[in-house]
């Protein structure tokens, strides 16, 4: 069995699912799934979805839903579903915010690059 596994560890049919969702755009039902998500919790201007998704993804910029890929769509959603209303939704964006600006965070992030290669 583990003659089957590539680089990282992953079969070849897991490496090519992860590529999918690191590479391809959003669908049109994740888009539309992340703004009705948006819109329950109650934020309805755009920069400030943009700039929450950004937070939440750790994202430099984001200029639109639909530059995001499937994989980051998808883990948006969860996150968006998780949250009950616009209290947490804002509590979950300061911790995030906080989090990027400890050292402990940076260093991840580092890490965290260097093995995506």
């Known amino acids: 069995m583990n003659g089957d596994l590539g680089i990282n560890g992953k079969s070849p049919a897991e ?33 400030e979805r943009l700039m929450i998704s950004a937070t939440l993804l ?14 980051e769509a998808g883990k948006l959603i969860r996150i968006l579903r998780d949250t009950r209303d616009r209290v ?17 965070g940076y260093l991840r992030r580092i890490i965290a690059d260097i093995l995506k290669g």
């Open 15 to 47: 490496a090519r699912r992860l590529e999918r969702l690191e590479t391809t755009a959003a669908t049109r039902t994740q888009v539309g799934a992340i703004h009705g998500e948006f819109r329950r919790i109650g934020v309805r201007r755009r920069d």
């Open 58 to 71: 750790d994202l430099d910029d984001l200029g639109s839903t639909l530059e995001l890929t499937m994989g």
């Open 88 to 104: 947490d939704l804002d509590q979950r964006v300061k911790a995030v915010m906080r989090e990027r600006s400890s050292i402990g």
